[in-house]
């Protein structure tokens, strides 16, 4: 059985830093690609970062780019999202998803968030002013 099980939001100040853990069960990350999606209160869900496994791709959104760096342990099936320069803006629930796939990381991301195969529950970062 497939799960993803995310970890490591909180509460942090703006500026702050927060590394976000997605840990994968029930399959391995060959022929995968895994996202990092957030959706805020009233928003709809978008993508934030992804990383593709069958090329080693990665893909961030304009508004993290720059901030917010992804990354892998294959030993421990586990996707990290390092969140430096936090906004408040930043703050929602962030999920992670696996899709299978040999598509490059933008493709995956420029697709709809409800073409994922596999999600998790999430984890909420709140971010304060």
């Known amino acids: 059985e497939v799960q993803l099980v995310e970890s490591g939001g909180g509460l942090v100040q703006a500026g702050g830093s927060l590394r976000l853990s997605c840990a994968a069960s029930g399959f391995t990350f060959d022929d995968y690609a895994i996202g990092w999606f957030r959706q805020a209160p009233g928003k709809e869900r978008e993508g934030v970062s992804c990383?593709?496994?069958?090329?080693?791709?990665?893909y961030y959104a304009d508004s993290v780019k720059g901030r917010f760096t992804i990354s892998s342990d294959n030993a421990k099936n586990t996707v990290y999202l390092q969140m430096n320069s936090l906004k408040p803006e930043d703050t929602a629930v962030y999920y992670c998803?696996?899709?299978?796939?040999?598509?490059?990381?933008?493709?995956?991301?420029?697709?709809?968030?409800?073409?994922?195969?596999?999600w998790g529950k999430g984890t909420l970062v709140t971010v304060s002013s």
């Open positions: 998803a696996a899709k299978i796939t040999t598509a490059q990381a933008m493709g995956v991301m420029t697709s709809p968030w409800y073409a994922m195969d596999y």
């Open positions: 990383i593709s496994f069958s090329d080693g791709s990665t």
